[in-house]
């Protein structure tokens, strides 16, 4: 092994070699989860939503990261990633291995789902197969739910080609001869109202009990009906993806809130990026689908099946099979909450660590709920990411402000996606008299904190509640998640400092206990890696987050590699960093979990002098998390809980041989996955130890 003694000997390590894509890295996730939707042991109806799954988040990497290479490639833009792939070159990658996926997802869909799907029962019907009862009840569907919503757009000068929504569902259709002007166009477009649904059951008593058509179908079979006295040659699906980047300059603008309300009426005709088309699409109507978007070959994409797999998640709902699902499961409490004492004289005994979605999230529900209803509670402040207007900590907040409570909300209103519901949340709260502050200009506060101040017997003593995940009930039952409720008054007391940084104006907060990018978070990082690698093969460091790319963190944690410190990394999704390079990563492992829930959790371990460190997160290790977020890193000072993090969240992940992938140096992954139906699995082994309601605290 080369030695840090004699730097001479070193691989350089900003070898453009030594770094992978992190687009193609971010496509290297979604056919982890595909395999889930080919995995005969996962249940099937789970199999489909893993499908749906792949769709939902290659939309959104079409919408986001895809759109970002063709406005670099467009505009000649920006500099070389760290993999040294030019704007062009990338396109070509990137869309080379998305038309494989999208390829391989068609034939799981139409090879190996949908039969599966019918041996129990469980049929969708395409037109050729339908009974003559089903095809009258297809017709009168047609002319009463379908019919009135449909607006036929013939293309000629008064009429020029309508603005496509994005992922809207379209078709194109063939026509042959005149209409009653003498008028002739050969194409016409009709758009699929977003309010009807894509899946449609038929009635039990003309079918079987769970037999359904596609929307596209029943347009199909009766597509004759807006066209009048024409012949209808040809009708084929296309549906386009477009650029779905906010551009807003927070810096002028005089509202944020309304710029944003301005610049969301726009996103669904933004640039498009992506057309897809069905197989039975014929090489003239898509070229001229691609030259009226100023398409690319290479950016069409003709599909085996219907053009949005997403919308077949609807088809779980309807399906009363929960045979074909994963096993419900109540999430456990620990002992201490199951006490008819209120959660303050809990935490002033001592910190509670809560890891979801096998743990309940209802504490944390309880502490604002019991926050909002106690006479001795003045205030409360909270950051809200991503939630919901239905929440129940949001009306905690809400009943709060309605009982005279001084109550703070900093909501992120350009969460990505979730700025419109944002936006609403932010009027609601307002309403009642909740202060809502919109965050920091040009960074995003991703932070998760909830601060309680409340009057007791020697002066205000603050409660806090500080998380690695967003305060959503659907992402608190199937995202993984730390939480620690505690009232340590050096963490609250940065807390507060925190809040009063966020909403107020000012230098960076000198905290003595939490880490806070964009300011002390990446530093701290590096000195920490910095210190195991200076303790050679004494050092040890396991990083779990969602994504790996910050070039400096890699750099340094290939010197620790370098140096001989064992380093153990549980990236999720994009990870730019190779493992087992000669001289450079043989000491790194990668390793990502794929399974039932959504790994989210962020835990830092620098464990190598005995002493170890262990902090959450709510900051990937990435470029935006680190300088362009507010971000927090909560340190575990607890001996116990400190043990039992290291041991649930990720000795266990590395022991993982059931839902994990082990990357390659090339960037691809390996299955890990043993073929015993005794495989261990540190999902299933948390359900096990929390469903059953141990304490585990």
């Keep these: 092994m080369a030695s840090l003694s004699d730097p001479a000997t070193l691989p350089a390590l900003n070898d453009p070699s030594l770094y992978f894509n992190r687009d193609l890295s971010i496509l290297e996730f979604n056919r982890r989860v595909l395999a889930l939707a080919d995995d005969e042991r996962v249940p099937l109806l789970e199999r489909l939503r893993f499908l749906t799954i792949v769709s939902s988040n290659l939309d959104e990497f079409f919408e986001v990261r895809f759109a970002g290479v063709m406005q670099r490639r467009k505009y000649g833009a920006g500099p070389l990633g760290l993999d040294g792939l030019g704007p062009d070159e990338e396109m070509r990658a990137v869309s080379r291995v998305a038309h494989e996926i999208i390829a391989a997802q068609y034939s799981c869909l139409n090879d190996r789902l949908i039969p599966a799907l019918a041996a129990e029962g469980i049929h969708l019907l395409r037109r050729r197969e339908w009974k003559a009862a089903q095809r009258r009840w297809v017709a009168e569907y047609f002319r009463n739910e379908v019919l009135p919503l449909l607006t ?173 699902l994963y096993s419900p499961f109540v999430p456990g ?159 609250t007391a940065d807390m507060n400092a925190l809040f009063m940084h966020i909403t107020g104006i000012g230098q960076a907060p000198r905290l003595k206990h939490l880490l806070q990018s964009p300011f002390n978070l990446f530093s701290a990082m590096r000195e920490r890696i910095a210190a195991e690698t200076a303790l050679g093969p004494r050092g040890r460091i396991i990083i779990r987050v969602n994504a790996l790319i910050d070039p400096d963190l890699i750099r340094d944690l290939y010197q620790a590699s370098q140096a001989g410190v064992q380093v153990s990394l549980i990236v999720r999704g994009a990870c730019a960093l190779r493992p087992g390079i000669p001289d450079v990563s043989e000491n790194i492992r990668v390793v990502s979990i794929v399974g039932r829930f959504l790994e989210h959790s962020r835990v830092f371990f620098f464990g190598g002098n005995g002493n170890p460190e262990v902090w959450i997160s709510s900051a990937d290790w990435m470029g935006r998390n680190l300088f362009r977020r507010l971000e927090v890193a909560v340190p575990i000072r607890d001996p116990d809980l400190k043990k039992r993090i290291r041991r649930e969240a990720l000795d266990y992940y590395l022991q993982d041989h059931c839902n994990a992938w082990e990357m390659q140096s090339d960037g691809s992954y390996r299955s890990l996955r043993q073929m015993d139906s005794d495989c261990f699995s540190a999902q299933q082994s948390l359900l096990d130890q929390y469903a059953r309601g141990s304490s585990g605290d």
């Design 152 to 324: 036929p757009l013939s293309l000629d000068p008064a009429h020029p080609f309508p603005k496509v929504q994005n992922k809207g569902l379209n078709f194109a259709i063939v026509l042959e001869g005149d209409d009653a002007y003498g008028r002739h166009s050969p194409i016409a477009i009709v758009q699929a109202p977003r309010i009807l649904p894509r899946i449609i059951q038929i009635p039990r008593e003309i079918a079987g009990p769970t037999d359904f058509v596609f929307l596209s179908s029943v347009i199909h079979e009766n597509i004759a009906q807006l066209f009048p006295g024409l012949e209808v040659k040809g009708f084929y699906q296309f549906r386009v993806t477009r650029n779905s980047e906010l551009f807003v300059d927070e810096e002028e603008v005089d509202n944020l809130l309304d710029a944003i309300v301005d610049e969301l009426s726009t996103r669904p005709f933004g640039e498009a990026v992506r057309l897809e088309v069905a197989n039975n699409c014929p090489a003239n109507v898509y070229e001229y689908l691609l030259r009226h978007f100023d398409l690319p070959a290479e950016n069409l994409y003709t599909l085996s099946g219907p053009v949005n797999l997403s919308r077949m998640a609807a088809i779980i709902d309807m399906v009363p099979r929960p045979d074909l």
């Design 333 to 491: 409490l620990p002992d201490r909450c199951l006490r008819s004492e209120e959660i303050f004289a809990q935490l002033r005994r001592g910190s509670l660590l809560l890891h979801h979605p096998y743990q309940s999230f209802t504490p944390i529900i309880d502490f604002v709920r019991q926050a909002a209803a106690d006479p001795q509670v003045l205030g409360i402040k909270q950051t809200l990411y991503r939630t919901t207007s239905d929440s129940a900590i949001v009306q905690a907040l809400m009943d709060a402000a309605v009982a005279g409570k001084q109550v703070t909300a900093v909501i992120e209103l350009k969460a990505r996606f979730d700025e419109a519901n944002n936006i609403r949340l932010a009027e609601e709260l307002e309403s009642v008299g909740v202060q809502v502050v919109y965050g920091v200009v040009k960074h995003k506060v991703h932070a998760k904190m909830i601060l309680v101040l409340r009057r007791e017997e020697d002066g205000i003593r603050l409660y806090g509640h500080l998380g690695t995940g967003n305060y959503h009930p659907r992402n608190a039952r199937i995202y993984t998640d730390f939480s620690l409720l505690t009232a340590d008054p050096g963490i």
